[in-house]
């Protein structure tokens, strides 16, 4: 017996439906659940006071900062050398056997645990350069682990950016950098953008990579080379080590939100841009 | 009359495919020079030539002459991108960049970086003028280029290259993407400019050749088959392979 196409449209429908519910259902229910265990926590008090105890009592104040200098410090490093490979690679040479191996080369290194990126940290800057658990070793090691991410999403932003505007660029006598600066980056700046909002969340998410090179210090951070704990690394020490439950849930909320911030920020700051542009 | 670019003996391969076969050509200032001839005959390519957009194709391969204002364009010490700011391009199909009108006509100002704010402004009010836009979008200049109709777009290209002070205009089918009513604007443009500019087209429109050009080449299979005064090509070529085209034997 034939199924009539219209059966199948229905179904389809009917199973595609269900599979994007699930998903936004599981997605509402994980941060449902830890803001609901967490949000009573968190308190004014909560935010800026440091924590006692080892966080058994008190609040995250320095955690709240290490969370925000590490990835700023991070990006801060990746962004200018990841977007400068990108131009280079899209740009400035031709598709030859170094570029492929160079792009073979980042996907590789986009797909690795992020543990092995802590242990090269660990042994590169912290042991061999002496630098010690601090925000620096931190933040290079981060930097290193979100460099192909914003590699990639660059070169697909600049390579996406129509030729016509380079060709018209360069009919009108701009050199290849006046063209970037001033036609590829502008046109290229939404897909740049999501590849640093990505790499800000993978750097303020990560645990592992942190705790072996920015250390998990309780204290206020001064300088980059202090060692400092990420609301992250706090929240993992906090559940690990069965020190307090309910500061590990308030840690959890206050991140979440954060990054949920963190996102809008970006993309209101990235579609003002853009209306700017072109309205 | 002066000539602006005089070409000899090009000879240009893409890779291995040979696309323009010993060309000769003879721009002369303040007339249009028209290159006609069936798609992939070499015409683009010719053009193309002329104001070094070809470098950017990977495996391009040109030898022969051509002298600009009496230099050699592929000879040492020419910078290309004053070669550029000097013979202009306006592309097939209109591509205005994703900014304002004002914008637009300014960028190659503003990417030059000679020019105050106050020059700038006053470049872009004539360039608009120049090419008949000024009076249709003076209290729009804030608007994005690209909602504006196909042959403002392609007006606005011309302002926007017209602010950088060429010499030359090279148009590489500047009407194929508009529909008659704004392909005569255009054209009636062109008849304007020609009293400042000097002008090569290249067109697949044949009575537009007829229309507006005063010198017209016909190119086929890369070879330039005959070269003239357009009344000539157009009511008693030289050649029969001419006369085959423009009276549309061509087969």
């Given at each position: 017996?034939?199924?009539?196409?219209?059966?199948?449209?229905?179904?389809?429908?009917?199973?595609?439906?269900?599979?994007?519910?699930?998903?936004?259902?599981?997605?509402?229910?994980?941060?449902?659940?830890?803001?609901?265990?967490?949000?009573?926590?968190?308190?004014?008090?909560?935010?800026?006071?440091?924590?006692?105890?080892?966080?058994?009592e008190g609040g995250i104040f320095p955690t709240l900062v290490g969370t925000i200098l590490l990835p700023l410090l991070a990006i801060g490093i990746a962004v200018p050398l990841g977007v400068g490979t990108a131009i280079y690679l899209t740009e400035y040479t031709r598709e030859n056997r170094m570029t492929r191996a160079l792009r073979f080369g980042t996907d590789c290194l986009a797909g690795i645990p992020s543990i092995i990126f802590g242990l090269f940290g660990f042994i590169f800057f912290v042991v061999?350069?002496?630098?010690?658990?601090?925000?620096?070793?931190?933040?290079?090691?981060?930097?290193?682990?979100?460099?192909?991410?914003?590699?990639?999403?660059?070169?697909?932003?600049?390579?996406?950016?129509?030729?016509?505007?380079?060709?018209?660029?360069?009919?009108?006598?701009?050199?290849?950098?006046?063209?970037?600066?001033?036609?590829?980056?502008?046109?290229?700046?939404?897909?740049?953008?999501?590849?640093?909002?990505?790499?800000?969340?993978?750097?303020?998410?990560?645990?592992?990579?942190?705790?072996?090179?920015?250390?998990?210090?309780?204290?206020?951070?001064?300088?980059?080379?202090?060692?400092?704990?990420?609301?992250?690394?706090?929240?993992?020490?906090?559940?690990?080590?069965?020190?307090?439950?309910?500061?590990?849930?308030?840690?959890?909320?206050?991140?979440?939100?954060?990054?949920?911030?963190?996102?809008?920020?970006?993309?209101?700051?990235?579609?003002?841009?853009?209306?700017?542009?072109?309205? | 009359?002066?000539?602006?670019?005089?070409?000899?003996?090009?000879?240009?391969?893409?890779?291995?495919?040979?696309?323009?076969?010993?060309?000769?050509?003879?721009?002369?200032?303040?007339?249009?020079?028209?290159?006609?001839?069936?798609?992939?005959?070499?015409?683009?390519?010719?053009?193309?030539?002329?104001?070094?957009?070809?470098?950017?194709?990977?495996?391009?391969?040109?030898?022969?002459?051509?002298?600009?204002?009496?230099?050699?364009?592929?000879?040492?010490?020419?910078?290309?991108?004053?070669?550029?700011?000097?013979?202009?391009?306006?592309?097939?199909?209109?591509?205005?960049?994703?900014?304002?009108?004002?914008?637009?006509?300014?960028?190659?100002?503003?990417?030059?970086?000679?020019?105050?704010?106050?020059?700038?402004?006053?470049?872009?009010?004539?360039?608009?003028?120049?090419?008949?836009?000024?009076?249709?979008?003076?209290?729009?200049?804030?608007?994005?280029?690209?909602?504006?109709?196909?042959?403002?777009?392609?007006?606005?290209?011309?302002?926007?290259?017209?602010?950088?002070?060429?010499?030359?205009?090279?148009?590489?089918?500047?009407?194929?993407?508009?529909?008659?009513?704004?392909?005569?604007?255009?054209?009636?443009?062109?008849?304007?400019?020609?009293?400042?500019?000097?002008?090569?087209?290249?067109?697949?429109?044949?009575?537009?050749?007829?229309?507006?050009?005063?010198?017209?080449?016909?190119?086929?299979?890369?070879?330039?088959?005959?070269?003239?005064?357009?009344?000539?090509?157009?009511?008693?070529?030289?050649?029969?392979?001419?006369?085959?085209?423009?009276?549309?034997?061509?087969?």
């Amino acid at each position: 017996m034939r199924v009539s196409p219209k059966f199948t449209q229905a179904l389809a429908v009917l199973l595609l439906g269900s599979a994007t519910l699930l998903t936004l259902a599981v997605l509402f229910f994980v941060i449902a659940f830890v803001l609901v265990k967490g949000l009573p926590g968190v308190t004014w008090d909560f935010l800026t006071t440091a924590p006692k105890e080892m966080g058994k009592e008190g609040g995250i104040f320095p955690t709240l900062v290490g969370t925000i200098l590490l990835p700023l410090l991070a990006i801060g490093i990746a962004v200018p050398l990841g977007v400068g490979t990108a131009i280079y690679l899209t740009e400035y040479t031709r598709e030859n056997r170094m570029t492929r191996a160079l792009r073979f080369g980042t996907d590789c290194l986009a797909g690795i645990p992020s543990i092995i990126f802590g242990l090269f940290g660990f042994i590169f800057f912290v042991v061999m350069l002496k630098m010690g658990w601090c925000l620096l070793s931190g933040a290079l090691t981060l930097a290193i682990m979100v460099l192909p991410t914003i590699i990639r999403t660059s070169e697909e932003a600049i390579r996406s950016v129509p030729n016509a505007y380079r060709e018209v660029s360069f009919s009108l006598g701009a050199t290849r950098w006046e063209t970037v600066i001033k036609v590829i980056l502008p046109n290229a700046l939404p897909g740049i953008v999501t590849g640093m909002v990505l790499g800000v969340g993978r750097s303020i998410g990560e645990t592992a990579a942190v705790i072996f090179t920015a250390g998990s210090s309780l204290r206020m951070p001064l300088t980059v080379f202090d060692s400092v704990r990420t609301m992250s690394v706090h929240f993992y020490i906090l559940a690990r080590e069965g020190i307090s439950n309910e500061k590990a849930y308030a840690t959890a909320s206050v991140l979440i939100i954060s990054v949920l911030l963190i996102n809008l920020v970006a993309y209101t700051m990235m579609h003002r841009f853009i209306s700017k542009r072109a309205k | 009359m002066s000539t602006v670019i005089r070409v000899e003996n090009l000879d240009l391969f893409y890779g291995d495919f040979h696309a323009l076969k010993k060309v000769p050509m003879e721009v002369l200032a303040r007339h249009i020079t028209a290159l006609i001839g069936p798609s992939g005959c070499g015409k683009s390519t010719l053009l193309r030539t002329l104001n070094r957009m070809n470098d950017l194709v990977p495996g391009v391969k040109i030898t022969g002459s051509i002298l600009f204002d009496g230099k050699e364009i592929y000879g040492l010490g020419i910078d290309v991108c004053t070669l550029r700011k000097r013979i202009g391009m306006v592309f097939q199909r209109p591509n205005p960049f994703p900014l304002s009108v004002y914008d637009n006509v300014a960028f190659g100002l503003r990417v030059d970086g000679r020019s105050s704010r106050r020059q700038i402004e006053d470049i872009v009010e004539q360039s608009l003028k120049r090419a008949w836009l000024w009076e249709p979008l003076k209290d729009r200049l804030n608007d994005s280029a690209l909602s504006l109709p196909l042959d403002q777009q392609q007006r606005l290209c011309i302002a926007r290259l017209l602010a950088v002070e060429p010499e030359v205009i090279l148009m590489d089918e500047p009407c194929s993407a508009l529909d008659p009513i704004s392909t005569s604007k255009i054209e009636e443009l062109m008849l304007e400019l020609k009293k400042d500019y000097t002008i090569v087209i290249v067109t697949h429109n044949m009575q537009q050749a007829a229309r507006i050009s005063d010198y017209s080449g016909y190119m086929l299979l890369g070879e330039m088959i005959e070269f003239d005064a357009t009344d000539k090509i157009f009511t008693n070529p030289r050649e029969g392979r001419t006369q085959d085209y423009i009276s549309g034997r061509y087969g």
